[in-house]
């Protein structure tokens, strides 16, 4: 665009070191000089308009639904607390934290397998509560219950104290 008006530029303007016209002779007996071509005089090369278009408004943004899952009532749901550690006491203790977050505590033990972190076990159908005790507890790994655990309620198997 700008080469162009550049272009345009020159072509009227002309070369600077040009002879400038002689006077014509007319029918007439007087002589008129030519008149030198001014940028205004000539057409210069101009873009073509654009046509005009009334911006439509864009459209807002829909908000996403969000999933609401109703709340889960900790009363009614048991949870067993086994201790995977040789330390005395740790389940008896992550149960009463679990009863002060007001779920029901159905049990207290040992277990005898290898768990690498504090886990809470779900049975079909009960992964949104496994995910609430383990968010009351500051339990990061939740995971379905395996063969070999109650398969009726929440099963949490603690490897530290929990909060």
Known sequence: MLGAGWLGWIVVEGD?????????????????????????ASPSPTPSPTPSRTPSPSPSPTPTPTRTTPPVDRSAVPVSVLNATRTPGLARSAGA??????????????????????????????????????????????????AGINQQRLTLIVVAPVT
Not at 16 to 40: E, W
Not at 137 to 146: D, R
């Open 97 to 146: 934290t679990v009863t002060a977050r007001g779920w029901t505590l159905a049990g207290v033990g040992n277990w005898r397998g290898y768990v690498p972190a504090s886990t809470v076990y779900y049975p079909a159908g009960r992964e949104a509560e496994a995910r609430q005790l383990a968010a009351d507890l500051g339990v990061s790994a939740v995971a379905p219950a395996p």
């Open 16 to 40: 600077d070191t040009a002879a400038v016209a002689a006077p014509t002779s007319s029918p007439s007996s007087t002589t008129s000089p030519t008149a030198s071509a001014s940028p205004s």
